[in-house]
């Protein structure tokens, strides 16, 4: 379904140094019981964020109320394992509009893209310099410009170019979906399944 | 001419157009579908107001969360309830087959596609759940998608994909006594790890792999995700063609030939290149476990957990994570340490052969006093099987519970959770944190390994035991 259109982002940082993040820590299979998709936001990195008792874990980033922003920085190998979109469903209702990693696991960046949530993969040795900028000054911004294909960390003007196909990213400019391309093809389409 | 491999043949006769700098509109020809990733999807149909475009491309079956007891009673757990009558409700509006609960071909999605035939070579084939890459086996591109996706494959029966590039995994040699399919696979993951093959379609090929029947082969084709594959698939033989040949939904009489014509040219040419490849010997490979929280993490039953020589900064940090979750030092040897459940199952290793394997391993004996044991087939079918062949007799006389089909403790989504802090010994294909249960620790590991842990009571190496 249509989202937010996805053009500037500047935005402070939430770090999350961990490597092979899979989409089990993102969103538990427990709660993926739901029928609509509202509300996934609540349990994202569930079992990292809140102990059995449902009580918030002081040491986890989300919990700290230094850190927050529109911006997730993780570790490399992000959003492995089950194809799940609920993991960035999560990562979307909880507020977060672009992840940033220096590798993303496959299905996860697919499901992303197709829901407006903006993937960014830099190098490891970016990541290695946003991750120390957040660490010294968590109030620090980095700039996402999607038509530049440009991630910058404002301080220091230091920046790396990134990837995107420009029909995605014509797509996440206008929060268009690939079901408007689709149904626009449905003749070609049919014309296709006829053959088959 | 052009030398193609099984891949391009596959993936290219189902472009219906190429996007300029963008993704392959990629036609689909058969569709799975679930009780959880499937009812948003649907949700976002209505709210197009636009409909199914081929229902007859589409088949159901609620397995992710549905109990393993009591299968003719209605679901207890209100949202998982919901979950599957949402299912009903959506199927029977669109008109799409659905393999119920109680149905004679009720199961695990990857299970139950293959045994009735529906999955064949040559095809297209998405489901909303990663471990679609099962139905590789058969030479078909099979893989998992969101649920965005499943939404555009109801609707025009496409998706939108960027090709990925190609990789060929080559396993030559003769099989050790006690090594089995899910070893062959634990073994390379662990060699090129859990994002070795991010970007890439796998083709396994050798003579290895080769020699593994039809249930082996899924196995292998199942666990490519967890190595970052998009998925993995094999060259149909006639290995393949003897499984398929007399399933409900196979070709019959001359539909048949003329198949199985088509399904022999389905191999990758002579010459045709791959972005990388890797080949490994098959007498190297011994029983495997994993020790810690991605399946890359495996070792030799018989060797020691890695120490963190080498390791540094997030790597060695997030390694001693994981090992400090699994209760483990670095160094350790792994066997002989104790055990609290073992489970046989999932759509990795929930079949009929792997149920047999287990069978005839436990026969006579009984399992040790400190370990629960699960076995929960695949299917129905699996299940039927497994009574009328004496296998439930000889695990329930070996002090086995077997329970009815479904995904059950693979992800824990329904009752059959493994407490916080205990070990569990798992035929299925994910040891992430958690994955069985908050709290639960999970090592990976063969039918036959998990026989010899659940008669001994510790990590055991089966080629020691029986």
Request: hydrophobic share 35%.
């Amino acid at each position: 379904m249509a989202y937010d259109k996805f053009n500037i982002l500047t935005s402070t940082v939430v770090p999350l140094p961990a490597e092979n993040v899979d989409t089990d820590q993102i969103i538990p299979a427990r709660f993926l019981k739901a029928t609509e998709r509202e509300g996934f936001g609540d349990n994202l990195f569930r079992d990292w964020r809140y102990d059995v008792e449902g009580n918030p874990k002081k040491d986890f980033v989300l919990n700290d109320p230094t850190y927050s922003g529109k911006i997730l920085l993780s570790g490399k190998n992000f959003g492995s394992g089950s194809s799940r979109e609920h993991a960035v469903w999560a990562i979307y209702d909880y507020g977060f509009r672009a992840v940033v990693s220096s590798f993303f696991a496959d299905i996860f960046k697919n499901n992303c893209l197709n829901i407006g949530v903006l993937p960014v993969t830099i190098s490891p040795e970016f990541a290695e310099v946003l991750f120390k900028a957040v660490e010294a000054d968590p109030k620090t911004e980095v700039e996402i410009d999607i038509d530049k294909q440009k991630i910058t960390l404002l301080s220091t003007g230091e920046s790396e170019s990134f990837d995107i196909n420009s029909y995605k990213k014509e797509n996440m400019k206008n929060g268009f979906d690939d079901i408007d391309y689709l149904l626009n093809i449905k003749d070609e389409i049919a014309a296709f399944a006829e053959n088959r | 001419m052009e030398k193609n491999t099984l891949f391009d043949k596959i993936w290219d006769s189902h472009v219906v157009r190429s996007v300029p700098n963008g993704p392959d509109v990629f036609f689909i020809d058969k569709h799975f579908i679930h009780e959880v990733t499937s009812p948003v999807a649907f949700l976002n149909l209505e709210k197009r107001g636009i409909g199914v475009l081929h229902p007859d491309r589409t088949v159901g079956t609620p397995d992710h969360n549905v109990p393993t007891v009591d299968q003719d009673k209605t679901i207890k757990d209100k949202l998982s309830r919901m979950q599957v009558e949402k299912l009903r409700e959506n199927c029977k509006k669109y008109g799409i087959e659905l393999y119920d609960l109680g149905s004679d071909h009720h199961g695990i999605v990857h299970v139950i596609g293959p045994e009735l035939g529906i999955t064949q070579p040559g095809m297209t084939i998405v489901c909303g759940d990663s471990h679609t890459s099962t139905h590789g086996a058969f030479g078909a591109i099979a893989f998992g998608i969101g649920t965005s996706e499943v939404e555009m494959v109801l609707a025009t029966q496409c998706i939108m994909q960027t090709k990925a590039k190609k990789m060929r995994i080559t396993v030559d040699g003769e099989l050790g006594a006690g090594v089995t399919s899910k070893d062959i696979i634990l073994y390379i993951i662990a060699k090129i790890s859990a994002a070795g093959a991010t970007g890439y379609f796998v083709e396994y090929a050798g003579s290895a792999i080769r020699s593994l029947s039809m249930e082996a082969r899924m196995t292998i084709c199942n666990m490519s995700i967890e190595m970052g594959a998009r998925g993995g698939l094999i060259a149909p033989d006639e290995t393949t063609f003897a499984y398929l040949k007399g399933k409900q939904y196979a070709p019959k009489g001359e539909a048949w030939d003329k198949a199985v014509a088509y399904w022999k040219t389905l191999k990758t040419d002579e010459g045709a290149v791959f972005d990388k490849e890797y080949t490994f010997d098959g007498t190297d490979i011994e029983p495997m476990i994993t020790y810690g929280t991605n399946p890359g993490m495996g070792i030799k039953i018989k060797g020691n957990i890695p120490t963190t020589e080498g390791m540094e900064g997030s790597n060695k940090i997030s390694y001693l994570k994981s090992l400090e979750y699994m209760g483990f030092a670095p160094g350790e040897p792994i066997k002989g340490k104790k055990v609290d459940y073992v489970f046989v199952g999932s759509c990795t290793n929930g079949r009929i052969e792997d149920i047999r394997s287990v069978a005839a391993f436990v026969k006579g004996k009984h399992k040790a006093d400190n370990i629960t044991a699960w076995i929960v087939p695949g299917s129905r079918e699996v299940e039927k099987m497994a009574h009328e062949e004496g296998l439930v007799k000889i695990l329930e006389d070996a002090g086995f519970e077997l329970r009815q089909p479904g995904c059950s403790a693979c992800l824990a989504m329904n009752d059959d959770k493994i407490p916080s802090g205990k070990y569990a010994v798992s035929t299925s294909n994910r040891n992430f944190e958690g994955r069985q249960g908050p709290g639960a620790r999970t090592l990976l590991a063969s039918p036959l390994t998990v026989a010899a842990v659940a008669v001994t009571g510790v990590i055991a190496d089966p080629r020691e035991v029986f």
